[in-house]
């Protein structure tokens, strides 16, 4: 691929991801995919090239991580009584603030990066919602384990 067609292919690639996101091009650059605590892990080779760039959830305040947990055992990316016993009694921990804007974007499938900035797991369509989504809530599940 010549400089040009790169250049061209992020050109075109940053208003998509800004429209994924919710946030505008500039805001993009939310951390980092490649791993580290509470990251994606693999989740940045799915999206190689994408111009996607999904954010940590290591620094999402717990009433975030807690409303993301709920809406990924709603809608089934995570499974069994493991997740749903973590919800719970992450609900009932004390300090959590369930009526928190933080929270209530979690049940909807958003995460709070921090700064005005959200990365909206709902807005993502078709395989690559499965795939992304997943690994987020597989990360979110570990985080929130952490946070008992």
């Known amino acids: 691929m010549t400089k040009m067609n790169r250049f061209l ?4 690639a940053l208003p998509l991801a800004a429209a994924l996101s919710g946030a505008p091009a500039h805001a993009q650059g939310f951390g980092d995919l490649t791993g580290g605590s509470g ?17 940590s959830v290591s620094s999402l305040a717990p009433s975030n991580v807690t ?28 300090g959590l603030d369930t009526s928190s ?3 209530s974007n979690g049940q909807n499938g958003i995460l709070d990066t921090g700064n ?30 952490s946070l008992l």
């Open 101 to 103: 804007s933080q929270y």
């Open 39 to 55: 990251g994606l892990g693999k989740a940045g080779s799915l999206l190689s090239g994408s111009g996607l760039n999904v954010p």
């Open 116 to 145: 005005g900035n959200t990365f909206s797991l709902s807005s993502l369509s078709g395989n690559l919602k499965q795939k992304v989504t997943t690994k987020v809530c597989n990360a979110v599940l570990k985080q929130g384990k």
């Open 9 to 12: 292919a992020l050109a075109a």
């Open 67 to 94: 409303g993301l947990l709920s809406y990924c055992v709603e809608n089934n990316y995570l499974k069994g009584n493991s997740p749903t016993t973590l919800l719970s009694s992450l609900k009932q921990k004390a």
